[in-house]
């Protein structure tokens, strides 16, 4: 696997050591902020109940041998050395691992595919497809349904519990932080301040959120770098100061003679140390912001080693020291002369460790609401800037109430830390599952390496699991109870999507219907631009017909709009448009697919509406050319012959590319490109084109570029007299005005249907239907060019 390809920097940049030391430095307060503040709770969530602090030490080293091997083997061995490496065009999470699968192996969900969709530059395979020889897992997932519907599930799962993470990750670092008061007050007194005080910091937390974390990003490095250096300075401190030889119990035998005297005890006591590996997905979730050598080096370098001098620096002080289990936290450990100042520190690097997380939640349901896997919300981009910095305004609302829910109703670290352990080890364990399938699929390695790979890690998670998953009435009910409604919401509202575009698919009215539309029949053709939105890629959707029955008119230029998404992470601008005709040019309808990657943010209506008339122009312009040099237009069929991905004779990617620099994506060489040039009517630009044949066909792009004498060229070019009329009709019916003509839909389960299908339709489904954003919020629809179709889908 390449590292270097899809990396968002050039290889000079990557080449270059400064760059690479800037973006480790930055990373530290976007990726290392939640793994970072582990020490404030590890020790004294471990010793809350199950174990107690002796004077033969056995136990606070065993615990440290534990700590030690656990981030050594999963945060660097696992995540560092294999999962980063599994990014996806250089993304990472759980949705990247699904998408690079779906690529790979035909096991995706999402509807209205297309093999043009596999020409996107962002589309790449890791290895060239296996020609012989294919995988037995791979054939195995592809042949049964079931197995995508289960694959789906598992991503779901992990998607849940990151969110569940979300919720629990600021309650418990900022609790934690906050707890340092302890020893500043009598317990009565800190009691009644430590709540509170945790609360008023959570909700300036989440009220903050609406501004973007690029107002105050540029902070978070040095707060994040300043708490490792002061909690590596104290961990050094304690070592020397009080147990020199502290280092020995980083052995293995350490761990094993903490077993053998605590016994059952001691593998419940896990839960509390797996808290010290919290955030280590991170590392893989925001490998999109910064590069793997960048990550790979801050951990390594830094991070890692401060995490350890930390815990062996508190284990040092309490082998001296044997208090209460109570008394045993991070805050003991601090000379009383830096307390407070240990205590800011803390505090305001358990806020930037709890705004990752927080921005990371954002992230992964606009993930799944771009999959179809989430009610629609709105999603604001909170930087012109930097891409994928969004906030959503209801998850904010809900997360911040849940999270001083939580904080009131457990109000210590044991559940909270209990609760947050079974969250992140869930993760973790769909990560490794998803890794494993990658191993085999994607990098073509032999099944023996998945293998060895999902046993050795995935037998240290399942330990972890199982310690966090006894403590069930312990606070651990909490991400199970939550993992289970969201997962029902998102598989529902995925059910009812998918079952409404086959009813669409089942239901589209033939071309032969739109043509025969005319004066004839009472229909007129008014001035403007009709928009209709529609899921399919081919055909007519029957909501326009639904629409002219009802009201014999619609508009001079008519687009068939299909917003859809693919399984890439980003899709350039420059291959975002695919255009096409539906009918004959006297007709002036087109068909326009818009697609986005799941982590792209969509265009806001007006620049969207200036965009698709400028692609439609250009696609005008590049047909006239292609008529001119005796091709034939192209007319598209209803599909209804060859499926809907081959339905359509030809569509046309249309997209600008700087016109300094080279395009923004290659062909390869096996589709056989084929160039021409003419002048174009557009400034310092480039527009290229792609003509998207039939399966079996080949591909061709045609490049409209610029010279000196661009305008007599273009002149020349018009005098196609048919040509000259459709953009001048473009051109009015764009200043008349545009409307948007949507689908305003109500699901109900068809007779017949099992009793769980009736509740998950008619009840659970429309509920959330109309209860979420409706598809002209999301779509950023103005309400006064809105026309919504009312439809019953009957599923």
């Not at 035909?106 to 290895?127: G, I």
């Not at 589209?508 to 939105?533: C, D, F, H």
């Not at 099992?754 to 919020?777: E, H, T, W």
Request: charged residues 15%; proline residues 4%; glycine residues 8%.
């Amino acid at each position: 696997m390449d590292l270097d390809c899809g990396k968002c920097w050039s290889t000079s940049k990557k080449d270059s050591w400064k760059t690479i030391l800037l973006l480790a430095y930055q990373s530290l307060g976007v990726v290392y902020g939640d793994l970072s503040i582990s020490p404030l709770y590890v020790y004294k969530s471990t010793f809350a109940e199950d174990i107690h602090h002796s004077e033969t030490n056995e136990e606070i080293f065993g615990v440290l041998s534990f700590v030690f091997w656990t981030l050594t083997l999963v945060p660097l061995f696992k995540y560092v050395f294999v999962v980063l490496r599994a990014d996806d065009n250089g993304e990472g999470g759980t949705f990247a691992l699904y998408s690079l699968i779906c690529r790979h192996a035909k096991v995706s969900l999402l509807p209205n595919r297309q093999v043009a969709d596999e020409a996107l530059s962002t589309y790449k395979l890791e290895s060239p497809p296996e020609k012989k020889n294919r995988s037995r897992v791979k054939i195995l997932l592809e042949k049964h349904k079931s197995l995508h519907t289960a694959l789906l599930i598992l991503v779901l799962l992990g998607t849940c519990m990151v969110i569940g993470d979300g919720l629990l990750t600021p309650a418990i670092s900022v609790f934690s932080a906050v707890s340092g008061l302890e020893l500043s007050m009598s317990k009565e007194h800190h009691q009644y301040a430590v709540v509170p005080i945790t609360c008023f910091i959570l909700v300036c937390l989440f009220a903050l959120q609406h501004y973007g974390t690029h107002r105050v990003g540029f902070i978070f490095a040095p707060i994040v770098l300043t708490w490792l250096l002061c909690i590596s300075a104290l961990g050094l401190y304690n070592i020397f100061h009080w147990n020199p030889h502290v280092y020995q119990a980083l052995s293995p035998y350490y761990m094993y003679k903490f077993l053998k005297k605590t016994r059952r005890s001691g593998w419940m006591s896990l839960g509390g140390i797996l808290l010290c590996i919290t955030g280590s997905e991170a590392m893989f979730a925001d490998l999109g912001h910064f590069t793997y050598t960048a990550i790979q080096i801050a951990f390594t370098f830094l991070v890692y080693p401060a995490l350890i001098l930390a815990y062996m620096g508190q284990a040092a002080y309490l082998s001296k020291h044997h208090h209460n289990s109570y008394k045993i936290g991070f805050y003991v450990s601090v000379p009383e002369s830096v307390r407070w100042p240990v205590l800011i520190v803390a505090i305001l690097a358990s806020v930037v460790g709890s705004q990752a997380i927080i921005s990371g939640t954002f992230s992964i349901i606009n993930q799944s609401q771009s999959l179809g896997c989430f009610p629609r919300v709105k999603v604001v981009h909170t930087s012109e800037k930097i891409h994928g910095q969004i906030y959503i305004p209801e998850i904010n609302w809900m997360l911040m109430i849940l999270c001083i829910a939580v904080t009131i109703g457990f109000r210590d670290t044991k559940h909270i830390g209990n609760a947050s352990g079974l969250a992140v080890m869930t993760v973790m364990l769909v990560t490794t599952c998803l890794t494993s399938l990658v191993i085999i699929i994607c990098w073509h390695k032999p099944p023996i390496l998945a293998l060895g790979f999902l046993l050795f890690f995935g037998t240290i998670e399942v330990l972890y699991f199982s310690a966090s998953l006894i403590k069930f009435r312990e606070g651990a009910w909490l991400p199970i109870l939550l993992a289970l409604f969201l997962m029902t919401v998102m598989f529902v509202w995925h059910y009812a999507t998918i079952k409404k575009y086959e009813f669409d698919l089942h239901n589209k009215v033939s071309l032969e219907w739109l043509l025969a539309l005319g004066p004839s029949l009472g229909i007129s053709r008014v001035p403007g631009i009709g928009l209709v939105y529609t899921d399919l890629t081919s055909g007519i959707p029957a909501n326009f017909s639904r629409f002219v029955t009802n009201l014999p008119a619609f508009h001079r230029v008519l687009v068939f709009v299909c917003v859809k998404s693919v399984p890439v992470p980003y899709v350039p601008p420059a291959e975002r448009y695919l255009v096409g005709r539906v009918g004959p040019p006297d007709h002036r309808s087109y068909r326009c697919i818009v697609r986005y990657g799941y982590r792209d943010v969509h265009q806001d209506v007006d620049s969207f509406e200036s965009e698709l008339v400028n692609r439609l122009a250009d696609f005008i312009r590049y047909d006239g050319y292609r008529t001119m040099g005796g091709t034939n237009s192209c007319i598209e069929d209803d599909g209804s012959r060859s499926g809907e991905s081959t339905g359509d004779c030809r569509l046309t990617v249309i997209g600008m590319v700087a016109f300094s620099g080279p395009p923004a994506y290659e062909i390869e060489e096996s589709l056989q490109p084929a160039s021409v040039s003419l002048g174009f009517q557009t400034v310092e630009s480039v527009t290229d084109v792609i003509e998207m044949e039939p399966i079996g066909g080949v591909e061709r792009r045609v490049r409209f570029a610029i010279d000196s004498e661009s305008e007599t060229d273009t002149r020349s070019y018009m005098m196609d007299a048919g040509v000259e009329e459709e953009l001048e009709e473009l051109l009015t019916a764009q200043q008349a005005g545009t409307a948007f003509i949507l689908g305003h839909s109500h699901v109900r389960a068809k007779q017949g249907s099992s009793l769980l299908k009736k509740i998950a339709i008619d009840f659970g489904y429309n509920f959330l239907r109309r209860n979420c954003r409706g598809p002209d919020v999301a779509l950023k629809v103005p309400p006064v060019s809105l026309l919504e179709v009312g439809m019953v889908y009957v599923v």
